[in-house]
Structure formats: C-alpha cells, structure tokens
C-alpha cells in the first residue's frame, strides 16, 4: 500500500518549470530529487509534459520505479509513447513490473511488437503476465480495455474467517477494496459482500448464507462510454466484469471512469468547436494547424459555396443591393440556430434523454424556432423599415429570417438524430459542419424568398 | 445497508413511459407497484422527469418514503422543487429522515423558509437536524455545499480492537466506508486509516502507531469545481473537508463529484454552443427559447452592426460588387478560427495547463493563424481567379481573409484569458459572442483592406 506523502493541491507554475529545466540541464541530480520528493507522481506527470522528450526521460531515469511506473501511466499517450522508446527493455520491466494490470497492459500496447515481446520474455511476475496477455486481447474503448484483473474473490463454500484470511491474503495486491465479488466453483459471478458486511458478520458463518445474490455487471465486450454512463448513474464506486459465461474476469473503478468522462466532455467540446484530433494549448503550431485546419477547409468551401449561389441571383444584386448587406447577419443567425439545436440534441442523446419519434422532435423543433425566428425578424424589420425607409425589403429580409431559422432548426436537429440511427457519434455533427451547411442553405433561401417577394 | 435488487442497464422506452402514464390516469395502483418493483431508484427518477407533475407525484405518494427518498434526491431540481410542493410536510419529514445529510439538506434548500422550519420541527433524528443545519450554511458550488456529514472517525488514543467496535456501529450510518479518519482530543484531522489497514493491523496496537499521518483534505469554503480536479487527478474517491482550524467537518465522495464533473462539462458545452441556461431535449419550448433567444438576438444585433458597416463602403460595393458576395465566407472564417483558438484556451484554463505570459500565447495564436490563414487564401486566390479573372479582387479578397483569420485567433484567445484574469468563468467567452465580435470585425477589415487594394 502506498502512503500519501505529498500536499494537494501542488501548483505547477511557470518559474517551477524553468527551474527544473535549469537543473537537468546541470545535471544536478539531487536537487532535481529534493525538488520532487512528496511530489505525487501526478503532478510529476503534468511537469514532465511540459519539458522536452530528453528532459522528461533524464528525470524518468534519474526517479526510482515505483515512482516512475505511475508516471508513466499518467502522461499523455504521445509523450509517454516517446519516453518508452528511450528507455532500455530491462528499464520497462521494472517499471511494468510495479503496476497493476491495467496500467501495465497500456503501457505495453505503446510499444513495438519486437520490444513488447521483449519485455514480456524478461518479466519475472507470471501472474501479471498471464493477466496482461489476457488485457492486451482486448480493444482499448471497452469494459476489456479498461478494467484490472487485481479484485477480491471468494468462494460461495468459504466461510467468514476463512476468508479474512483469504482476503487479507489477496488485498495486498488490490489498491483499494471496494466489493468482495462471490463466485461458485465454475468461477462464474454470483453475488457479492462488502468489506463492511464482513467485519460485522460472525466468524463460523458461511458465504453462501450471508453474500447479496444480485450484483451489477458488465459485458467484456461492453462500450466503455456506456460502463461511464452506468456506474455515473448509479453511483457505483467498481462494477465487476464477466464474460458470455458469467465468468468473473475483472473489475473497472471509478478513477478510470472519471478519465473517461473527462476525456468524452473535452473531445465532444473539441468537436463543437470545430477541432478534429485531440490537442491542448501547450501542443506545438503543427499539431494544432492538424487539429483546426480541416474544419476550417470545409468553412472556406461553405463560403465559396454562398458566393457562388449569391452570383447566381445577379439581377437580384443589381436591383437591390441591400439584400446582400445582411447576408452575413442571416448566415449567422442560421449557423447560431443550427449549432443550438444540434447541441441539445447531442447532449440528449448522451444522456439517453432523447425518446419519441424524430418526426415529434423535428415538429417541436420547427415551432421553437418559428417563435425564436419571430421575435427576432420584428425586430429586424422595424431595424430596416427606421433605417431604409423600404417596406417591400424589409419584409423580404425579415420574412426570409423566419424561414432560415426554421429550416436551421431542423437541419440542426436532423443530422444529429440521423447520424446517430446510423450508429455514427452525432458529436461529430455540431459546430462547423452544421454552421457550414446552415450557412448554403439560410444563403439559398434567403435569395430565393427576396427575389420572389421583391419580383411581385 | 441497501441491497441491489435492480437489473441494469435498464431501458426506459417511450411506450414504458406511455403504459405507466396509463396506469397513474387509471390509477391502478398495484400494477404500478409491480411495474417499479426492484426498478432502480435512478431509473425511477428519470422516468418521473418524463411524466407530468400530478403524476409524478401520484407516484412518488405511493412508493414507501425508502425508495421515494432517493428518487427525490435524484430528481432534476425543478421537477423535484414542484414534486415537494405538492407533499405535506409529515410526507417531506418521512423523506428526509431516510436520507443522507447532504441529500436531506440538498431537499430542505429546495423548500420555502416557512416550510423548511416547519420540516425541521417535526424531524425526530436531532443529530441529523445539527448536520443538516450546518450544512445548510455552506454555499452550494463550495466543498462544504458538497459534503456529508456521515463518515467513520477515529481517535488517535483508541486501540485496533477498540476501533473495530465503535467502526462497526459507525458504519451502519455510512453507506461506504473509504477511509477512516483519525482525529485527535480536538477533533483535529491529523491522519487516516484504511478499513484494509485495520483488517491487517495487531488487535492491541494503537492507532496512534499505525496511522498514517499525511491525509489530503480541502477546505469548508474551496470551489466544487476545484474540489472535483484534486479528485479526478489524484484518484481519489473520497477527500475530507476540514475548517481554518483543520477540525474534520465532513467528507466528499467521488460519486457527487462525478454528477459535479458532468454537469461542469454540459454547461461548458451549453455555452459554446449558445445555450444560456441548463435546459435539456425535453424541456417545453418556452424554456428552450428562454435559454436560446438571448444569444440570438446577440447574433441579430452582430448581424445588423455588420449591415451597417458595409453601408458606409457605398463606392466600393458599387464599383466592385463581387466584394459583397464573399462576406459570407470572410464572417464565417473569423467565426470559426474564433472559436477554435478560445475553446482551446478555456480547455487549457479548466485543466489549469495555460502557463506562462499572454503575449506570449498571443504570439504563438498569430503564427498559428497565419499559417492556416495563408493556407487557406492560397486556395481562395485561386478559385477566384478562375472564377472571374480578375487578379485585383482576387488578391484583394485573399489577403483580407489571412489577416481577418489573424485577428480572429487573437480576439478568441484574448478575450478568454482576460475574463479568467477578472475571475470570470471564461466558457462564456466562447460561442456566440466571439463568433458575433468577429463577425463585425471580420467584415470591418476585409471591406477596410478590399478598399485599399482595390482604389489603387
């Protein structure tokens, strides 16, 4: 069991940084060494992203393993994928070696197949290779994938002091208890006991009499976003893994959940925001050109797009060329209404809230955004009538409004709720996809209504 | 202690919600009983968020206060607020009394003055009365509004044997036990225990011997938001709340942490997206457009200030009108490399990983900017010039687009990092308003540069 020595929370600032750079690059080693210690290996991991691959591997060298172990599983997939390949085969089974399962088996799904195979020949520790074997099988975004072969297990015929004994045994292996799961001798699930349960049940009784038949779990194979949703729900601290047969073959806690969560609320935010791979302010300008530049492509043709429908409507332009001073104001406003209404949708069906036929959802969609268009287009009109003095384009513009954000409305809720029948993540939908499809449509409309109402 | 009686994942279907909707309006009671029986309590609730406020009721009448408890503590807040509302206060008092102290307070907020006194005066459990009168004075969004009271304490002076008893009868109030907290004569936090621990420990040893002394804890008055990042980067399922004087008040579980981390997350995403309120699919639409209208008419107002604008370039919209057709495009980039660059920094600001000087993250955004700008225009250029021929409004139009994309990447990182400087929540920043500020500053430069270029 590892003691706390460290005091939260540790602020990593900008001199801290410097500082440690300054001392690697003296190589003072017991500075460096003063500097960390009581520094929970967390914090250490956020330093490290922050310094060259060569700074962070001379301090992943220069820590003992069992420190550096749990760095490694906290820093960031591309860092950490880095710093491994500096590292030598016998220096990753060390730090492999101090980790549990799960963490052991994502660090060695980071390495070459020749290296893994490597490392795996070198460790000592039977038991965890046959349980990382076991966890590399299975895809990473999976019940499989996240859970730890490290649980507490007792059998249905024990009794209460022969498995204190046992658990005593096993719990030095297991970093927190959370449930005692109950098998049979085919080592299938069938119930379970709380540490709690046992310390107030007497000694002689036997399992079988005392342990909870039912117990929440979930299929190996499970997504891993749906095990987040389950355990949020139901406030469930570990749910324990089985397979087709009901065999127990792992457990997830809620510290890998909370990743998880974290993780799907910044990538659907990234999303929205119209950023395609994961990256962070402190990446360098290439990554983030990756990240931005697609949906920023797919804007330029949107835009190309409306200038060629607008040149279209030449005689439109010539004879009123008011109407193309609020292109903008009609392109945004449809972009606005479409990232809103996808944005509920995509929260809803997160949530499982969504219910009720499409058709239902597309109707009360399209009365919300008749009414919200409504309110706004009397405004407008009243704007352009003050402004202009030009009834017949004030009604143009302020009638195509209604219309475009109406239709806004509806694509806005379409593709999302479509995406998603066809099993595709509707996260994927919002932000610049809709604002660029928004923006040819409200354009397309917004020319066709004033042509006709101006040409009467 | 509760057992598990419930299957999961349970799936709430439209015609479940239509059948139990039949049920309540036929009131037949014992169907519904056999309906919810071993259904749970969080699946309850989300199928009273589905039904109207008499049934909801009808229901929560007729479940016995165990389960109806819970329900209400999980009920969205203003189902649950008009829910109570409806009881009687002998009803209110039975529900709370099989609460936790942080749920029962959560209850007792949501009633008015009178009622909640009235509550209060009728509640026989006076220890929990204390509590929830503490805990009623702690603002909500602090990790006092989040604690409980119940949790397992010890003193330092009490023996292994004698710990294991008083735990035992402690532990019947504590729905799970993560720790055990050792105090000392003035109920100061000077350490913890875990229940592992104690099972491995000698009968005779004191705790004084064998606890361990460095224990992380947060503040009464430290923001949930806070709270909820020591917890997810630590691990930590549970954190004790001490006051100035380091006294132990309460303790805060990672499953209230988790509803704090997801809710954060929506109401981020609800921003970004331009939703000012906490509204979800099923909302009426009156809410919906209460939540959606403000940050449209913010919209219609960039819409009409940019109208305005390109009025007063009247000779250049005559004289080169294939200006007009790209504003579309031009608005459009500068919302969307607007609101890339401020979802990056909010990003960076929640993960506390934005260090270091704002000039130097605004250098760093002009480059970026400038890259993916020049990208683009190159594209641009040479689409217009195949379009029209024309090497001036060609030029003109791409040269505006890269500084137009420039300026937007500096007002989105800018104007973020500023707000979280003043202590606002900059996720505000994000969506609407910078699309709206770029919009108008967009088309300022591009039609300020299209002039220049083209008058030459």
Redesign the interface.
């Known amino acids: 069991?590892k003691?706390?020595?460290?005091?939260?929370?540790f602020e990593?600032?900008?001199s801290l940084?410097v500082g440690l750079k300054v001392l690697i690059d003296s190589n003072d080693d017991n500075a460096i060494l003063a500097l960390l210690k009581d520094v929970?290996y967390?914090d250490i991991a956020e330093l490290l992203d922050?310094l060259s691959l060569d700074q962070a591997t001379y301090v992943i060298k220069l820590l003992d393993s069992e420190t550096t172990a749990d760095i490694l599983a906290e820093l960031e997939d591309d860092v950490r994928e880095k710093v491994l390949q500096n590292l030598s085969i016998k220096e990753i089974v060390e730090e492999i070696q101090e980790l549990d399962s799960d963490d052991a088996a994502d660090l060695l799904a980071d390495l070459s197949p020749d290296r893994k195979q490597k490392v795996i020949a070198q460790m000592d520790d039977k038991d965890l290779v046959a349980d990382v074997q076991e966890l590399l099988t299975y895809a990473e975004d999976t019940a499989g994938g996240l859970m730890a072969k490290e649980l507490v297990k007792v059998y249905e015929t024990w009794t209460v002091a022969g498995c204190?004994r046992k658990?005593?045994a096993q719990?030095k292996d297991v970093k927190?208890?959370h449930s005692i799961y109950v098998v049979n001798k085919e080592e299938k699930l069938i119930g379970?006991l709380?540490?709690?349960?046992l310390?107030?049940a007497n000694n002689e009784i036997k399992i079988i009499d005392i342990y909870?038949p039912?117990?929440?779990s979930v299929h190996v194979d499970e997504d891993a976003e749906?095990v987040a949703k389950?355990?949020?729900?139901?406030?469930l601290?570990a749910i324990p893994v089985i397979n087709d047969n009901k065999v127990l073959l792992g457990r997830i806690t809620?510290?890998d959940?909370?990743?998880v969560?974290?993780e799907e609320?910044?990538k659907?935010?990234?999303l929205?925001?119209?950023?395609t791979q994961d990256?962070?302010?402190?990446d360098s300008?290439l990554a983030?050109?990756r990240a931005?530049?697609p949906?920023?492509?797919l804007?330029?043709l949107?835009?190309?797009g409306?200038?060629?429908i607008?040149?279209g409507f030449e005689t439109i332009?010539e004879d009123f060329?008011m109407i193309?001073?609020?292109?903008?104001?009609?392109?945004?406003?449809a972009?606005?209404?479409g990232?809103?209404s996808?944005?509920?949708?995509v929260?809803?069906l997160a949530?499982?809230?969504?219910?009720?036929s499409v058709n239902n959802?597309l109707i009360?969609e399209m009365?919300?955004a008749a009414?919200?268009g409504i309110?706004?287009a009397l405004?407008?009109f009243v704007?352009i009538l003050a402004?202009k003095q030009d009834f017949g384009t004030a009604l143009a513009i302020s009638l195509s409004l209604v219309v475009v954000i109406i239709v806004a409305g509806i694509i806005g809720t379409f593709i999302p709720l479509s995406l998603h029948k066809k099993g595709i993540d509707p996260a994927i939908a919002?932000?610049?996809f809709i604002?660029?499809c928004n923006?040819i449509f409200g354009?397309l409309i917004y020319f066709s209504i004033a042509k006709f109402i101006l040409n009467i």
Chains 1, 2 share one sequence.
């Open positions: 069991m003691e706390t020595k460290h005091h939260i929370p990593i600032t900008e940084i929970h967390a922050d204190l658990i005593r719990a927190r208890v379970r709380s540490l709690k349960d310390l107030i909870i039912k117990v929440d749906e389950l355990m949020a729900k139901y406030d601290e809620i510290d959940i909370v990743d969560i974290i609320a910044e659907d935010y990234q929205a925001a119209g950023i990256v962070d302010a402190e300008i983030l050109t931005r530049l949906w920023l492509f804007g330029l949107g835009g190309v409306a200038a060629v607008m040149g332009i060329p193309l001073l609020f292109t903008p104001l009609i392109a945004a406003m972009g606005n209404v990232v809103q996808s944005a509920i949708i929260q809803g949530n499982d809230e969504v219910r009720g959802r009360k009365f919300l009414l919200n309110i706004l405004f407008l704007f402004w919002t932000g610049p604002t660029t923006d354009i």
